[in-house]
């Protein structure tokens, strides 16, 4: 199953410090592996420096969000679909914008209806992602991940612990009524 635009969710037994109770929208899933961003990790980096440092003023009131590891300089948005900017793609049922050009719009009002800004990604290799869902990872038959269809309220609503305990509970509802219904 191709899980570009899903998301997955840290199973509680996932041990592994970083991802721990972690929430990912997986925005490409292809042959050459999978990326992501992590959505309930807020940095203490205001969101308001990132407009300043490219010479814009804005009263945006939140801060960017620890997307991953891997890029961690790179600043990227998670969106609602119905916004564009010079560098959107289609994620699933959401768009992911990476440009000054973002920034200038958003500086202005000119905002999605919903986002979040990132930096930094997660990536799998070709087939790890699939592996870490199915539980067949060497020396480990555990699944480590979860996987829900993601909702505006899920993706933009909550952060921190709260977002992944919603995200459970929205996992286990989506599973029993794939079986039941």
Not at 82 to 90: G, I, K
Request: proline share 6%; charged share 15%; glycine share 8%.
């Amino acid at each position: 199953m191709n899980m570009t635009g899903r998301i997955i969710v840290a199973h509680p037994k996932l041990t592994s410090t970083f991802f721990q109770r972690s929430v990912i929208y997986i925005y490409e899933d292809t042959p050459t592996g999978s990326q992501g961003f992590m959505l309930n990790k807020p940095s203490s980096f205001p969101v308001n420096n990132i407009f300043r440092a490219k010479g814009f003023e804005s009263n945006v009131m939140q801060n960017i969000y620890k997307g991953g590891p891997v890029h961690e300089r790179a600043v990227s948005l998670l969106h609602t679909s119905e916004w564009y900017s010079s560098n959107t793609t289609p994620a699933g049922n959401y768009n992911v914008t990476s440009d000054d050009l973002m920034i200038e719009k958003m500086s202005m009002g000119n905002m999605p209806a919903m986002w979040r800004m990132v930096s930094g990604i997660c990536g799998w290799a070709p087939g790890q992602l699939h592996a870490e869902i199915n539980g067949h990872q060497p020396f480990k038959s555990d699944k480590s991940w979860l996987t829900l269809q993601p909702t505006d309220s899920i993706m933009f609503e909550y952060d921190g612990e709260e977002q992944w305990q919603r995200a459970i509970e929205m996992s286990s509802k989506q599973m029993i009524n794939h079986f039941f219904n």
